[in-house]
């Protein structure tokens, strides 16, 4: 297994979780971005630049991960297309996308970008909080746990 990292929007508390856990289980993490990240020195942990433009991280990561891999995202188009290879995605949030539960989840955004293009005034997601980063990190280890199995 692997981690792969949609890095241009996870925030640097997620980072910083996602480094120590690299190190500490000894599995290869890359983060993938369109602008120059600083890393830790580390022999598990990489970093992949790509150009600027729409979705071209994202489908850097679509076409490098590999069944059971897990890919850190917020990006749910993404989660659903990693998801639907066979690879797990699991948001800076602590939730987990699965094959049960992408397809709603997907549904639900695009619902809100169209109701958001209609002139709905929606609300985002809440403040990234204390407790968003330690379910993630809860979730995160979870998986690690149950993956080495």
Same mark, same amino acid.
């Given at each position: 297994m692997k981690i792969w990292v949609d890095a241009d929007a996870c925030p640097v508390v997620i980072k910083?979780?996602?480094?120590?856990?690299?190190?500490?289980?000894?599995? +290869?993490? +890359? $983060?993938? !971005?369109?602008?120059?990240?600083?890393?830790?020195?580390?022999?598990?942990?990489k970093f992949i630049g790509v150009a600027g433009g729409f979705d071209v991280a994202d489908n850097k990561i679509v076409e490098?991960? =590999? +069944?059971?891999?897990?890919?850190?995202? !917020?990006d749910i188009p993404l989660a659903a297309l990693v998801v639907a290879k066979g690879a797990h995605a699991l948001n800076p949030r602590g939730e987990l996308y699965t094959t049960a539960n992408i397809k709603e989840r $997907?549904?639900?955004?695009?619902?809100?970008? =169209? $109701?958001? &293009?209609?002139?709905?005034?929606?609300? &985002?997601?809440?403040?990234?909080?204390?407790?968003?980063?330690?379910?993630?990190? !809860?979730?995160?280890?979870?998986?690690? !746990?149950?993956?080495?199995?």
């Open positions: 910083e979780i996602i480094f120590r856990a690299a190190d500490r289980t000894k599995i +290869t993490t +890359t $983060l993938v !971005a369109n602008q120059f990240l600083r890393i830790p020195f580390s022999p598990y942990i490098e991960c =590999e +069944t059971d891999d897990l890919v850190i995202t !917020a $997907l549904a639900m955004r695009n619902l809100m970008n =169209e $109701l958001r &293009g209609n002139g709905v005034d929606i609300s &985002g997601p809440s403040i990234f909080n204390n407790s968003d980063r330690q379910a993630f990190a !809860a979730a995160l280890d979870r998986f690690i !746990a149950k993956s080495n199995k």
